[in-house]
């Protein structure tokens, strides 16, 4: 995958509701031990299934209809990309750079800093 698709699948498997399609997407688009760098004071998660438990846990809440889109182009060198996803919530936007190390064109690491934090409502 380009980086352009890791970071749409990645943006995809936070947001489904659904258990197995999370996993298939994560499975997709990340190595077997991934490791997840939050932008807040949560732990950094290492490895496919904790990220996935996290992220179901993390997102449990979050109302249906939330849509992750890539937010400009995604920067790219050796193996490094940068790229900011939009997350569009019902009632707010909130705009993340994220920043990923790909190992056999899939996300091994990726370290987010939170952006933007726009309530539209």
Partial sequence: MSPEELLMEWGAGWVTKD????LRRFE???TDDVE???PD???V???RQALVDHVTE???NWPDGVVAVLDGPVETHHDWSRGLIR???PAAQAVGCEIMRTVAGKIA?????ADVYVQTQ
Avoid at 19 to 22: F, H, L, T, V, Y
Avoid at 109 to 113: A, D
């Fill in 19 to 22: 258990p197995a399609e999370r």
């Fill in 28 to 30: 997709a688009c990340t």
């Fill in 36 to 38: 997840f760098v939050p």
């Fill in 41 to 43: 004071e949560r732990p």
């Fill in 45 to 47: 998660f290492r490895g």
């Fill in 58 to 60: 993390y997102t449990a």
């Fill in 87 to 89: 997350w569009n919530f």
């Fill in 109 to 113: 690491m990726i370290v987010v800093f």
